[in-house]
C-alpha cells in the first residue's frame, strides 16, 4: 500500500487520510476520512485550491480495512453457534456483540498470540470469564492503516478460530442455607435472601429455596442433606459468623455428608473468606459454597468470580482460583 502526499488530480481511487470541510458553491461539504476519492471529488478539492492531498493507494493483494476487520472478526467468533454476531465494519472497525447473557470465555494466551501475528490488527475483548449480556460489546477488531495484505488477513484467521465462546448459564438448582445464633437479626437474613436472588437473577436463576437453622454442626449438616436429598445442583451456606478455619461450623458441617473442602480462602479482596467444597452423591457432584460475609452486599466480590463458572457447569481448580489474585483486588 502507497501512502503519502500525492497531485489532487493523481489521486482517483485513493482513500482520504484525513477529513476535508469543503466550500460547493451554496453549501458547506464534509468528506470523512477514508473516502475513495472519485471525480468529483477532485473537481471539488481543485475547486477548494487542494492541489495535494494525503491518501493511501492500494495494491493489488492489499484489502481494505473494513473487509479486513470483517473478516478477521467472522474468524474469531464460533460459527456453529448463535451466542455471538458482529456489527457492520466502519473505519477500519469491527465490533463482536453477545446474542446471550453468559460468561465469556478465551484464552489470553490465544488472543496474544494473535495479536502477536501483525502490529496492523488490534484486537481488544473483555477480560475472560466476565459475565456478559446479550448485545454487549464483548471484543472489537481494529485495522490500523486503511488496508493490509490479505496474506496477513489469512495468517490470522488460521490461528483465530473459535477464539472467543460465550458459554450460557444453566438451570442449576441452587439452594441456600443461612444459619443464626442469638445475636442474628432476621432483617440482616432477609437481606441476604434478597440479595442473593438478585445475584443468581443476572445469571437467570429466577427460584432459589431458602433454609434457616441454628449455628451449629447438627442443624447445618442437617440442612445440607436436605438439600443433597433435594436433588440441589448448588448449596449455597451464609454462617452467622465468617469461616476461620477448617474445622469451623459450614466446613465441619460439609465433612459430616461425606463432602471434600476444594478450598477454603482466595485471593480475591473482597471475597477472602470463601469455601469451595462438593458432596458426591448418587454419582452427581453438587458443589457447596461457604459464602463471605460480602457477599450479602450486591457488589462484584470474589464468589461471584466462583458463582458464574459453577452455573455454567465449568469445573474450577485450585490453580484457577490461584490465577484469580491476579486483578484480584476490587
Avoid at 451466542?83 to 456483540?97: A, K
Avoid at 446471550?100 to 501483525?118: E, S, V
Avoid at 442449576?172 to 432483617?187: D, G, P, R, S
Avoid at 490461584?322 to 483486588?329: A, I, K
Amino acid at each position: 500500500m502507497f501512502f503519502g502526499e500525492i497531485k489532487t488530480e493523481l489521486s482517483e481511487g485513493a482513500l482520504l487520510s484525513s477529513s476535508f470541510i469543503l466550500y460547493d458553491e451554496i453549501n458547506n461539504i464534509k468528506i470523512s476520512k477514508g473516502t475513495k476519492i472519485d471525480k468529483k471529488i477532485i473537481k471539488l478539492l481543485l475547486k477548494n485550491n487542494i492541489n495535494q492531498v494525503m491518501c493511501a493507494k492500494l495494491d493489488k493483494e492489499d484489502v481494505d480495512e473494513n473487509t479486513s476487520a470483517k473478516l478477521i472478526s467472522k474468524a474469531l467468533i464460533d460459527k456453529s453457534s448463535p451466542t455471538m454476531s458482529i456489527s457492520n465494519p466502519r473505519q477500519g472497525r469491527c465490533n463482536i456483540v453477545a446474542e446471550i447473557n453468559g460468561l465469556l470465555k478465551y484464552n489470553p494466551n490465544k488472543l496474544y498470540k494473535i495479536n502477536a501475528i501483525n502490529n496492523d490488527v488490534g484486537i481488544a475483548a473483555l477480560k475472560p470469564l466476565r459475565i456478559v449480556k446479550k448485545k454487549q460489546i464483548i471484543a472489537t477488531t481494529k485495522i490500523i492503516p486503511f488496508a493490509i495484505n490479505k496474506l496477513i488477513i489469512e495468517r490470522i484467521q488460521k490461528h483465530s478460530e473459535h477464539c472467543f465462546e460465550i458459554l450460557p448459564f444453566l438451570n442449576k438448582k441452587v439452594h441456600l442455607i443461612q444459619t443464626q445464633n442469638e445475636k442474628t437479626l432476621k432483617k440482616v437474613l432477609d437481606k441476604t435472601l434478597l440479595v442473593t436472588e438478585r445475584r443468581l437473577l443476572e445469571c437467570q436463576i429466577t427460584s432459589l429455596i431458602e433454609k434457616r437453622c441454628a449455628h451449629n454442626v447438627n442443624n447445618l449438616s442437617e440442612k445440607i442433606n436436605e438439600s443433597v436429598k433435594e436433588n440441589a445442583d448448588i448449596i449455597l451456606v451464609f454462617g452467622a459468623s465468617a469461616i476461620c478455619d477448617k474445622n469451623d461450623i459450614v466446613p465441619l458441617s460439609l465433612k459430616k455428608n461425606n463432602g471434600k473442602i476444594i478450598r477454603l480462602g482466595m485471593p480475591v479482596e473482597p471475597g477472602n473468606l470463601m469455601l469451595l467444597g462438593k458432596i458426591d452423591h448418587n454419582n452427581k457432584i453438587i458443589f457447596v459454597l461457604g459464602m463471605p460475609g460480602c457477599a450479602r452486599s450486591q457488589k462484584e466480590n470474589g464468589v461471584d468470580w466462583i458463582l458464574w463458572r459453577l452455573l455454567c457447569g465449568l469445573d474450577i481448580s485450585n490453580r484457577d482460583i490461584n490465577d484469580m489474585g491476579t486483578g484480584g483486588l476490587l
